[in-house]
């Protein structure tokens, strides 16, 4: 089975300070990333993704993400955070194995507040 | 180009009612996903197509639920005899392919509320 934990809903930070979105993950063998970003009554919008390589993917809108095998962690950052940044946020997940479900898992959500 | 599109945005239904929901993936995505969005139960997996092959349907909470694609490309969500605990956003997702890296892309939802 997969699984993703994010251990924070709500997460605070000024406009122009650096955040962090947690998110750790279970998963047999090795694991497909991703982050989603969610606004107010709209679909899922695709952020990033790690497949394999570098651990640092780079996505949308100046977010990445660090992939850490040993702590089965893959948290979100963006070095200066925007008010308009200021969303619902989901991690999932994807086993790599050809015997792993096809579909994602996400996690609860983190709420992401910037106060201006 | 065109994204994933849902319909109808929003639905209102009494309990008992049969309600079907619409989806249109984004062309030449051979693999469709539906998922539930609900306060208690964050985004759940109903059901994904995959070109040809027998949908998996392993998520889907009860028989009252089914879902069909026509042609390899729209579907439609059938719920019978609604309850109030179908209330959700129901989302639907498609990709190039299932599984492996291919990432998925979201519609806008429908909310369905029950009365």
């Known amino acids: 089975a997969q699984s993703v934990a994010q251990p924070e809903d709500q997460v605070n930070v000024a406009e122009g300070n650096p955040l962090t979105v947690k998110c750790t993950y279970s998963?047999?063998?090795?694991?497909?990333l991703f982050w989603y970003v969610q606004y107010p009554n709209r679909g899922l919008q695709f952020l990033l993704k790690?497949?394999?390589?570098?651990?640092l993917v780079k996505g949308s809108y100046g977010f990445e993400a660090e992939f850490n095998k040993s702590q089965t962690s893959f948290h979100l950052k963006k070095p200066s955070a925007l008010v308009s940044d200021s969303a619902l946020y989901f991690c999932a997940v994807r086993g790599f194995s050809s015997g792993s479900a096809r579909q994602l898992t996400f996690g609860s959500g983190t709420q992401l507040t910037v106060l201006p | 180009g065109a994204g994933v599109s849902q319909s109808p945005s929003n639905k209102v239904t009494e309990k008992g009612k049969d309600v079907e929901l619409r989806c249109d993936p984004i062309s030449g995505h051979t693999a469709l996903y539906w998922y539930r969005q609900s306060l208690g139960q964050g985004l759940e997996f109903l059901i994904y197509?995959?070109?040809?092959?027998?949908?998996?349907k392993s998520g889907l909470p009860s028989d009252r639920f089914s879902a069909e694609r026509t042609g390899g490309s729209v579907s439609t969500l059938t719920i019978q005899r609604t309850q109030q605990e179908d209330s959700a956003v129901y989302l639907c997702a498609s990709s190039i392919r299932a599984g492996g890296p291919d990432t998925q892309y979201f519609g806008p939802g429908t909310r369905l509320t029950v009365l």
């Open positions: 197509f995959q070109g040809n092959s027998a949908p998996d």
């Open positions: 790690y497949i394999t390589g570098d651990n």
């Open positions: 998963v047999s063998g090795n694991p497909y």
